[in-house]
């Protein structure tokens, strides 16, 4: 129970930090399978800054899939020192500059950005719980001057300026209180179903699946697809029966093809009438994407992109290139909700949704907070969010959804907190798991997630 330190005016200082590597062996439950990634174990490099202020902590983590975490959690414990011994204050009296420093120096040829947002996060949650509120309504009740004071328009002003940014929020705040109101009431944020469409379920555990979710309120679905035109008909129209006609479906292929065979394939699927299909090729081709975009418009496919997408440059040029239909930020990839507010103001700008990218361990919970105060604050626009309905169980304050929405969180801070008993079991090495003889197995494998050569056990 976070205490309240908003009626206490305080200022913590940073006086340490522990990093921690976190690991789940969600590969045994085929959660997170794709196309290209068979077996992956969801994974956090986790950092919690200790403060001055008793009781008072700010965490933050990144992501990894399992293998390489130990080098995600050295990014961190590099980088973590550089906000210790300072003030909060000082860090967010001018958070843009904070960011765009904390980018630089010698770790800057290391692309440091995945590494630095665990660090980010942790002092947005320190900030949010200093604040007493939950992150989300500490972004939507920043006036419009406060929310782009935190961001760094640093390669984005062709497009997007600051000045053009306080004018597109001055003019959302005129409704602001509506969508708070709906936030309030839990209706601010339709989920989108991912659980139902990993690629290692069998037929009968994705019906099984879909039967639940449409009871629980899902209107929206994505399957993985790429497993042959025939598979792919079969389960895609698995959806359209169970859910019908009125259902969205999405698929996701994981960057799985090359530009011409994604031309070439997904018109054989237009009839199911899909939304759009994400990563169909390599991320880092933002062209490519935009011809795949343009060669499928006429079918009435879009395509969407951004869980690998590692900074706002990209995003502006996949929207310059109107190379996408959805915006997939992923909340562990940007440096942090600074570079994450820019993502979704450029987004706002060319009119295209935020969807953020969720489905890993521990991403609803963040993922819940950016589509709420993206809603609220920024784009006005009502989207969908990615859930997936494992391993809420090892959070503190886990994402809520009933009746097809996410509830707006409500604890203070930004939703990051790991359950004792989750590091018990998870944390790696140490943790029974992974002491465990199946867990040994598969942290020796040094192979484990390329289906070729991984030699442990797959369930
Ligand atoms: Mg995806």
Redesign the pocket.
């Known amino acids: 129970m976070v205490s309240n330190f908003a009626s206490q005016s305080v200022d913590p200082t940073i006086t340490g930090y522990t990093v921690r590597d976190l690991r789940f062996p969600t590969s045994l439950d085929s959660i997170g399978s794709?196309p290209m990634n068979t077996s992956g174990e969801n994974a956090h490099g986790y950092i919690v800054y200790h403060t001055d202020v008793p009781g008072l902590e700010g965490i933050g983590w990144s992501f990894s899939n399992g293998q390489g975490n130990e080098v995600l959690c050295a990014g961190i414990r590099c980088l973590a020192p550089r906000f210790v011994g300072r003030k909060l204050s000082s860090l967010t009296s001018d958070f843009a500059q904070t960011h765009r420093n904390f980018l630089g120096g010698q770790t800057r040829f290391m692309s440091p950005e995945l590494a630095s947002n665990a660090i980010l996060n942790a002092v947005w949650d320190m900030w949010a719980k200093v604040e007493g509120k939950p992150l989300w309504k500490l972004i939507a009740d920043f006036t419009p001057e406060q929310l782009v004071s935190v961001i760094d328009f640093r390669y984005i002003t062709d497009e997007l300026t600051p000045e053009q940014a306080l004018a597109w929020l001055k003019e959302k705040e005129k409704t602001k209180q509506e969508r708070l109101d709906l936030a309030l009431k839990n209706q601010a944020v339709p989920g989108y179903n991912t659980s139902v469409g990993w690629l290692g379920l069998s037929d009968a555990e994705v019906e099984a699946g879909l039967k639940k979710a449409v009871d629980e309120g899902f209107k929206h679905f994505?399957l993985k697809v790429g497993l042959g035109l025939e598979t792919d008909r079969k389960r895609l129209g698995m959806v359209r029966k169970v859910a019908g006609e009125d259902a969205v479906i999405m698929t996701?292929v994981?960057q799985l093809w090359d530009i011409d065979f994604a031309i070439e394939y997904m018109p054989k699927l237009a009839d199911l009438k899909l939304w759009f299909i994400?990563?169909p090729t390599s991320p880092d081709d933002i062209l490519g994407h935009a011809r795949i975009r343009k060669a499928l418009k006429p079918h009435g496919i879009g395509v969407a992109t951004g869980?690998h997408v590692n900074n706002r440059v990209m995003f502006k040029q996949l929207l310059q290139a109107e190379a996408i239909d959805a915006v997939?930020l992923d909340a562990l990839r940007l440096s942090g909700i600074n570079e994450i507010l820019s993502v979704c103001l450029l987004a706002a700008k060319f009119g295209v949704p935020v969807v953020p990218?969720s489905?890993g361990t521990g991403m609803p919970e963040l993922c819940n907070h950016i589509s709420h105060f993206d809603f609220v604050a920024i784009s006005g626009k009502q989207s969908i969010l990615e859930y997936t309905d494992h391993c809420h169980e090892y959070f503190t304050d886990p994402a809520a959804f009933s009746s097809g929405h996410f509830h707006a969180p409500t604890a203070p801070g930004y939703s990051c907190q790991i359950t004792d008993e989750a590091f018990a079991k998870f944390e790696c090495p140490q943790g029974s798991f992974w002491q465990s003889e199946k867990g040994q197995l598969m942290l020796n494998d040094p192979w484990r997630g390329c289906a070729a050569e991984q030699t442990s056990p797959m369930k």
């Open positions: 794709d994505k996701d994981n994400e990563e869980e997939q990218h489905g």
